[in-house]
């Protein structure tokens, strides 16, 4: 095996394990704990929300920040993501608590993130598969 096919392979496994980590559903006590340590590794610690929780009634955004109350919600279709996306978003939300818009000083925030880029191309790939005609599926006879 060559350098660069094992260097391919590394990565496919590591995508698996983390899918497989993912699956696991974080409650929000769980979630709370790890938009801290996200803050405490990417933000200095700076980025400390009153409440962190999931909730059912975002579909057409993946997260919301409050920053006047400090709350953060997660879509709940987040659950499942593999959890490099699931930490893009709280990240993306800690952002708000320090950065109130999206202007070039909130995305220099996310830089210190290595897979940012990464997890929107995710996110934005399920929204493109979502757009996409369903077809009906064929019974088997």
């Known amino acids: 095996m060559s350098e660069a096919e094992e260097r391919r392979w590394v990565t496919v496994m590591l995508d698996k394990l983390a899918a ?47 920053p006047a109350e400090g709350s953060i919600r ?28 999206h202007g070039p000083r909130f995305w220099r925030l996310l830089e210190a993130y290595p897979r940012t880029e990464r997890a929107r191309g995710y996110l934005e790939g399920v929204v493109a598969a979502d757009r996409l005609p369903h077809l009906p599926v064929a019974r088997e006879e």
Do not use: I
């Open 20 to 66: 497989q980590e993912s699956k696991r559903l974080l409650g929000d006590a769980e979630l709370a704990e790890r938009a801290a340590r996200l803050s405490d590794q990417y933000f200095g610690g700076r980025a400390r929300p009153t409440s962190v929780r999931w909730v059912t009634n975002q579909n057409t955004r993946w997260g919301s920040c409050t």
């Open 74 to 101: 997660l879509s709940h279709r987040l659950q499942g993501m593999p959890e490099y996306v699931v930490d893009y978003v709280l990240l993306h939300e800690l952002a708000h608590l320090l950065v109130p818009g």
